[in-house]
Each structure stands twice: as structure tokens, then as C-alpha cells.
């Protein structure tokens, strides 16, 4: 009996689809399938291995394009047959699809997937293509300059290199192509405007109370990687006691906006209004009144909340 294996497969007879198995071996990290053996891992044996060990090397060459180890195995005067596939360098395709080997599973790779795996295979990454009309105006300074402080504070650069002009910066950092072209890398590390060219490229912060269904805050931060990595460390660094207004979350900014226009408002109005829970709101509540931002006056039915100006 053979052992199993993810990188194994076991087939009772051949069947064509099987290439596809062959495929997705080859664009993992190989493996082996076995043509008369069955799902208990038991050999069975074949009719026709003869025919068989002359079909699938030749079907292996001209659907696949590469060449595998098809060896004639006996045990127990029964046949079967070992394909042996290796890893390929290049990405191998099946009738114009691409299969990829996943634990013990085969898929066929589809959009991203198959653009990442192709990039991969050919020795590139997504960070690593061209930006098509990007220039070096698109190149946030200030955001260079801000990843050159903290560079120097960190040890990793010279002082020197302060002044550093940002095209420099950007061919230190390897984020030019060999034609001269900005790579997708420095745009998402530098960008002004970076929804320009990747409208997906964004934080969303998000705060829980108890599980992921109780969110109390949520921000939304865009920007260049270095803007949006700075902004993130801050806000999650913020102390309630020391809340100030140009810290607050946009749904407690919305509330202080609401109390302004209706010191009558109530926790249910804003909740209806805001599409979230009555809980969420006076959460915020508590939390900007432990902070100093509002105040609740008169009865929990008759009162009014008051907006506290702070310095």
C-alpha cells in the first residue's frame, strides 16, 4: 500500500483530465500521480499500461509542453504507472487555462490570482510594474521627506542624505524601472494623489466593543502608504481623556455637528439617522461626555446636550 501525500495523487484508470492535474503539479512544487491505484491507496492494477506508457509522456509534451517521468511500476504482478512531475520555472497552461496544486486540492487560476502567479513566475511582483503616466510631479515631498527623518532617527540613513533631491531617494529605493518609469511601489509609498492610479488603496479603521458586530468607530484614512501608516500610529494612540475635536471618529463628529443644530436631539435620532445602532451612539456619548467634549443638562427626556468649547 502507498502512503498519501498532498503532493500525490491517485488514479484508478487514466483519464485526460488528468492533465490538468499534471498542470497544476507543475506550476507548484511538483508531485506524483498514480494511474491503477484506488482511493484506499491500494494497487489495482492496469489493462493496458502498454498503451498507456507511450500516451501520456506524448500527451504531457504537446498539451503541456514539458516533460515529465512516466515510469512502469509493478507489484504483486499488477502494473501501474508513476508520473513524476517537477516544479516547472515557467507558468504552464492547459488548453489555455493555468491550474495551481493548493494542499491536497487543484484551482484554476483566475484574475488576480492568475496576474499574481504569472508575475511570480516570470521573477516579477505587482510593486515592481510601471505606473503608465506617472511622472515624478506625482511624487509627494513632503511625505519623503517625512520617510527620510525617520530613517535617519532610526539609524537607517545618513544624515546626509536629508537633502537627498526625491528622484534619488526614489533610484535608492529601487522604485524606478529600468526604462526609467515609476513602479507602482512609489506611488503607493509617495503618491499625492494616490486614488488616482489605485482607487482601492485605503485604510478603514474600525473599533469593536465586545465582537466584530459591535463596532463603535469607524475612520477612513487615504492617502500614500507612509501618510496613511503615520495617521493610523496616531489615531490609534489617542488617549479619551485628552480627546480633542480634530481626533474624533467622522460618527462622533457627526453627533457634535447634530447637538450643535438641535440641543434636543436624541440618541434614537442620530442612530436612525446614521444608519447604526441606538448602542453605538450612546456609546459615543459616554465617551466624548468621560472626555469633556459634551454635556447632558436637565432630565434624560426633557434635557438637552451641550457642545463644551475647549481650548
Given amino acids: 500500500m502507498l502512503s498519501e501525500s498532498q503532493n500525490i495523487e491517485y488514479k484508478e484508470t487514466w483519464r485526460d483530465e488528468y492533465l490538468k492535474w499534471i498542470c497544476g503539479f507543475a506550476n507548484a512544487q511538483g508531485g506524483r500521480i498514480y494511474i491503477g491505484v484506488n482511493d484506499n491507496k491500494e494497487i489495482i492494477g492496469l489493462s493496458e499500461s502498454k498503451k498507456l ?3 501520456i509522456p506524448n500527451k504531457i509534451v504537446n498539451y503541456l509542453g514539458i516533460v515529465a517521468d512516466v515510469n512502469l511500476l509493478i507489484e504483486n504482478d499488477k502494473e ?4 513524476v512531475v517537477s516544479p516547472s520555472n515557467m507558468p504552464i497552461a492547459y488548453k489555455g487555462t493555468y491550474h495551481y496544486r493548493s494542499g491536497s486540492t487543484k484551482q484554476e487560476l483566475k484574475g488576480t490570482a492568475l496576474q499574481q502567479f504569472i508575475m511570480e513566475k516570470m521573477g516579477h511582483s505587482w510593486d515592481d510594474i510601471p505606473v503608465y503616466g506617472a511622472t515624478i510631479d506625482d511624487i509627494d515631498r513632503s511625505a519623503i521627506d517625512f520617510f527620510l527623518r525617520r530613517s535617519i532617527k532610526a539609524g537607517r540613513t545618513n544624515e546626509q542624505e536629508a ?6 531617494v526614489l533610484r ?3 522604485l524606478y ?3 526609467g518609469e515609476l513602479k507602482n511601489a512609489a506611488i503607493l509609498l509617495f503618491g499625492k494623489h494616490v486614488e488616482q492610479f489605485f482607487p482601492a488603496a485605503k485604510f478603514k479603521i474600525g473599533r469593536f466593543h465586545t465582537d466584530e458586530s459591535d463596532l463603535i468607530t469607524q475612520d477612513l484614512i487615504e492617502g500614500n502608504i507612509i501618510t496613511m501608516a503615520n495617521r493610523v500610529g496616531v489615531n490609534e494612540g489617542v ?3 485628552n480627546m480633542s475635536e480634530t481626533k474624533l471618529s467622522e460618527r462622533q463628529k457627526f453627533i457634535i455637528t447634530a447637538i450643535r443644530s438641535n440641543p434636543y436631539v436624541t440618541g434614537k435620532q442620530m442612530s436612525e439617522t446614521l444608519a447604526v445602532t441606538q448602542r453605538s451612539v450612546e456609546r459615543d456619548l459616554a465617551v466624548m461626555q468621560k472626555a469633556g467634549i459634551i454635556r447632558h443638562e436637565g432630565s434624560n427626556k426633557a434635557g438637552i446636550w451641550v457642545v463644551l468649547d475647549k481650548k
Fill in 172 to 174: 535608492n529605493l529601487g
Fill in 163 to 168: 537633502d537627498a533631491s526625491t528622484e534619488d
Fill in 177 to 179: 524601472t529600468k526604462n
Fill in 53 to 55: 506508457m507511450e500516451d
Fill in 80 to 83: 501501474y504507472i508513476e508520473i
Fill in 239 to 241: 488617549n479619551v481623556g
